[in-house]
């Protein structure tokens, strides 16, 4: 039991944060963090001990546990900061400071240029394409640069030929490297947004909902920037499919995203909740600002004259995000909204404005009833 005790706790090292399950790109750099910079400290604390105690390199040992200690530093600054771009930085950097160091240190020679690929290994994975690309750049300069010193300082059999085979590493073995992260990352972006779209209507699904919604409260939380959040459904949609087939009724559903993805603006995230019910949340938007939206998606539902039903009308709910409640409380009054304005007569909407702690939702337009949800 001691030893399992003991393996769950090695294992927790290597264990993803959960604040990173949301975007696979940042999940992937922080897997990569938490590998090599556990890793590189372990492998340079033992070189280190291994140069002091054994060759008395003192100089390199030195060096070595210092690299050794920046990267426990960048771990824990990794963990308790959940930032991955100074960590990442600091992993290509000693990355790129050993490649040179071991080519300054074997003179050239053994070719120990060709270790240099494992540098852009690391960096367009922890950088992505656009900075690792400039960092390799920077890299395959100061690679070029100490190979042209070791020209009047080194011996070389053959200086041509070795300024010849340095430069295929870097550009061959860096330019596929490179060219697989691109493509890499495109058939991710191609995965991701077939995961996260609904097949129907060709908008986001209720999976991206959860993940944008989460995201904009924390935003909200953390910078105070307003957003609110519109449900919407299509009222009598079970009898458009009872009278009509199913068919139609898809139909009806991805007119009705298209009435509503004409309408909105770039910054705003519509997806389908789910059946014939729609989400579309409006980043840095006040309430007021939100109910003329509201306003003008039901009258353009109202006039519009679909394909094959012709008129229907549709009920919302909306509302703006309050600090003091949770995202539960928040989705849970903007549906109650949506499920009072079904229950008062349908083809409106209802606004759920927040009251202190809790959101006193009350009609607009047609009604001017006040109650709270609990």
């Avoid at 604390?45 to 390199?60: D, E, K």
Wanted: proline residues 3%; positive net charge; charged residues 20%.
């Amino acid at each position: 039991m001691d030893l399992i005790r003991s393996f769950r706790k090695l294992s927790a090292f290597f264990q993803v944060p959960s604040a990173f399950a949301g975007d696979y790109r940042r999940f992937r750099r922080a897997q990569l963090l938490n590998f090599f910079l556990v890793l590189m400290a372990f492998v340079l604390l033992i070189a280190s001990a291994f140069n002091w105690l054994t060759v008395q390199f003192y100089l390199i040992s030195i060096i070595e546990a210092v690299l050794a200690a920046s990267c426990l530093w960048a771990y824990y600054w990794f963990r308790t900061r959940l930032d991955l771009v100074v960590p990442g930085w600091i992993v290509s950097t000693i990355t790129g400071f050993i490649s040179i160091t071991l080519l300054i240190y074997t003179k050239g020679q053994l070719d120990s240029y060709s270790l240099t690929i494992i540098y852009p290994l690391i960096a367009y994975p922890m950088h992505g394409t656009r900075k690792g690309s400039l960092a390799y750049g920077v890299f395959s300069l100061a690679v070029i640069g100490t190979i042209a010193y070791g020209w009047t300082h080194w011996y070389f059999v053959s200086p041509v030929s070795t300024l010849f085979n340095v430069l295929v590493v870097l550009i061959i073995g860096g330019g596929i490297i490179a060219y697989y992260e691109f493509t890499r990352n495109e058939a991710l972006i191609r995965i991701n947004e077939a995961a996260m779209t609904d097949p129907l209507t060709g908008i986001w699904n209720r999976t991206m909902f959860d993940q944008v919604l989460d995201r904009e409260i924390a935003k909200s939380q953390r910078y105070h920037s307003p957003f609110s959040l519109i449900l919407s459904d299509l009222d009598h949609f079970k009898m458009i499919n009872d009278s009509y087939g199913h068919h139609i009724g898809d139909c009806v559903l991805k007119e009705y995203a298209d009435i509503i993805r004409e309408r909105k603006r770039s910054s705003d995230h519509l997806s389908r909740w789910g059946g014939e019910e729609f989400a579309l949340i409006l980043p840095n938007t006040r309430l007021d600002e939100a109910e003329t939206v509201v306003m003008a998606l039901t009258d353009a539902v109202r006039r519009h004259r679909f394909e094959h039903v012709g008129r229907i009308t549709v009920s919302m709910g909306v509302g703006e995000f309050n600090h003091c409640t949770t995202r539960d409380e928040f989705f849970r009054a903007i549906d109650q909204a949506l499920y009072n304005a079904k229950q008062r007569g349908r083809d409106r909407y209802v606004i759920a404005t927040p009251f202190k702690d809790e959101f006193r939702p009350h009609y607009s337009a047609r009604s001017v009833d006040y109650y709270t949800i609990r």
